[in-house]
Each structure stands twice: as C-alpha cells, then as structure tokens.
C-alpha cells in the first residue's frame, strides 16, 4: 500500500488528542517526523504513539531541511501556523495546518500565495464540515429543500472554559486573540460552509474582558494549553458580532471562554425560505412545515469524529487526486472576517471588507 509520509510540527495537545491519534488508525501514512520546541514532548509522542522510525526534532527548520516527508503538519501556537507553513510551501511539502490559518490578513495571504506558487496542497482543518450531522444538512440544502438560506446565527458559547490561562491561549502576541479566533473558526465556517460560501462584505462587533481574574472552570476545553501562573492575558473572553453577505444574507455570532449563560454549546442556527435549522454540539434539527402543519425533525442525535474525517480527507486528495473541500480563499475570507471585528470593536464602527 501507497503511503503518505507525514512530519508533524508541534507535539501539545492538539496534535495528542487529535491529529497523532488520527493518524494512527491509518494504514496509509506513516509519521516520519516529530518536532517541538520542547523536545521532551516530541520524545514523548513518538513513545505513546509508537511511531518507532519517527525521527525527533526541536527546530522546525533544521527537520523541513532533512526530512523526506511528503507533507508536513502544524500544530503549534497560532502565530506560527502561517510562517510555518509557508516556509514548507516554499520548500516544495504539502501542508495540513490547524485553525485558525493565521493571525492576520497580511499572513493568510503568504500562505495562499506560497500554495499558488508551490502547487502544492494546502489544507487547514474545518473538523466540524466532517460531523455526520453536517453533510446531512449540506445535502438537505443543496437539494433545495431549505429554500433560500437568508440569514441566520452561529456560536461557541461557555460559562467558564478558558484554555491556558497565562499561556500563549491567553497572549494576544501569540494567539491573535480570544474566543473569537480559537472557537470562532469553528462555526462561522460551518455557518458559511452550509450557506455556499457567499462572500463576507461587512461586519461589526464587540469585545469584552470580564473574567480574566477568575479561576473557576466548568469545561474540559480549559485543559488545552498550558497554564502559566500570573501570566499575560490582553485578549477578549467573549466576543459578539453581525457578518454582512454580497448576496444579501447575514450571520450573527457570539463565542465567550466565560460568561454567565447556563451552559456551554455551539451551534449554527440558519434560517431558509422552506425551512431552518439548527446544528448543536453535532446534534441537527430542522424546522419546517408540511400540509399546513409546523414540523420539528431530528436528523442525528449527534457523534463528530470530524478531525479524523478531515485528516484523512487531506491523505485522500493527495493519494487519489481527490478534489479538495476546502479552498484557500474560504482561509483568507475568514481571517478578513476574524480582523475585522477586532477592528469594529476598537473603533465602534462597521468595517468593510
């Protein structure tokens, strides 16, 4: 059998609780490589995982150097994915990064034009376009029976979830921001995904620090990262905002690591001319009318294997030519988004994109 040899960049918790797992249950790749600033980390993946011939790495740049890998995969701190990954590009690797795609617009665009020029695959993870859930509803859409979808809602919300307080979670410099950016990418991909990736105009928002001196926890998401004690934290903790669409259609959003809501979900909550819906923590609804009667549908009750689903996703484009799902420009639009909103918050203002 053919495989993929893969070199993973960053061995936290990301990489341990999705990516490395995933790869694990496929007979079709092999790990070559792991790399981590903190060696002791990448020794302790190859362990756990038993990828015996991975080779170990702490400088991300001496292993693109050597490695034979056919792609390499990032897991590192935000501000590193675009610059990683773009060096990989340039190097002539395939490329899988987790979200978000960059910190900024002036990087995404790097990335993008280090793909364009490379031709090589760059791919970021979209997990939840995986759930089972989420290709229901996708094909409920596209064979009309939603109608026109014209407007609708979407969001990460928790009462008290934030990851890594002190850590480089909670350093602007170093995440590019709070909820919004971590979780944000999340649904308001889903939320354009399910709408047919129309082209965001305009947005507007809000930020807020409420909760950056409270130490109660409530969600196993506070697990990621780690905590450094009387660390930074100068990002927001909750983040609200209204999504403007060329083809008339608009997006509320909400995503918080803290805030007093009774408990924590996310959700993508869209509404057609035929028929709305809602997606919930992997869950799907949808609410319609037939013969004159309102109705209420339950599609799934839930389940995501979604990062497994887009990793090998990103395995099949590049053994079988399979066409991709997600397209470079959905990155940058998404980051224009994310930008944006900080910057309606810092002004007060709307922001055209």
């Not at 995933?22 to 790399?35: P, T």
Request: with cysteine; glycine share 10%; hydrophobic share 40%.
């Amino acid at each position: 059998m053919e495989k993929i040899k893969i070199a993973v960049v960053g061995c936290g918790g990301i990489a341990n609780g999705a990516h490395l797992p995933s790869y694990k249950m496929m007979d079709n790749v092999k790990i070559v490589a792991l790399c981590d600033i903190k060696r002791e980390k990448a020794e302790k993946s190859k362990k756990d995982f038993s990828f015996t011939d991975a080779l170990i790495y702490s400088d991300y740049e001496k292993m693109l150097n050597e490695t034979d890998a056919d792609a390499i995969d990032i897991c590192t701190p935000n501000y590193l994915h675009s610059v990683i990954a773009s060096k990989a590009l340039e190097k002539g690797f395939n490329v899988f990064c987790e979200k978000p795609d960059a910190v900024n617009v002036e990087e995404a665009l790097k990335m993008k034009y280090a793909a364009e020029k490379s031709k090589k695959l760059l791919m970021v993870m979209r997990n939840n376009r995986f759930a089972p859930s989420s290709a229901v509803l996708k094909n409920f859409i596209k064979e009309g029976k939603a109608g026109e979808i014209y407007c609708g809602r979407c969001g990460w919300i928790r009462r008290r979830g934030i990851p890594g307080k002190g850590g480089w979670f909670t350093t602007k410099s170093q995440s590019g921001g709070g909820p919004l950016i971590d979780l944000g990418v999340h649904m308001i991909d889903l939320a354009i995904w399910l709408m047919g990736n129309p082209t965001p105009i305009a947005v507007s928002g809000s930020v807020y620090t409420k909760f950056a001196n409270n130490e109660l926890v409530d969600s196993i998401h506070s697990d990621f990262g780690e905590k450094v004690k009387d660390g930074t934290f100068d990002v927001e903790d909750l983040a609200m905002g209204f999504i403007k669409f060329s083809n008339g259609a608009c997006l509320q959003i909400e995503f918080s690591w803290a805030s007093n809501i009774k408990e924590e979900e996310n959700f993508v909550e869209l509404r057609g001319t035929k028929a709305g819906f809602k997606w919930r923590n992997g869950a799907a609804e949808i609410y319609s009318e037939e013969n004159g009667v309102l109705t209420d549908t339950t599609l799934l009750a839930g389940g995501n294997n979604g990062h497994y689903c887009n990793l090998k996703h990103f395995v099949d484009c590049l053994l079988n030519n399979t066409e991709p799902d997600f397209k470079i420009e959905q990155g940058v639009n998404m980051i224009k988004i994310l930008t944006a909103i900080y910057e309606s918050a810092k002004t007060g203002k709307e922001v055209l994109l």
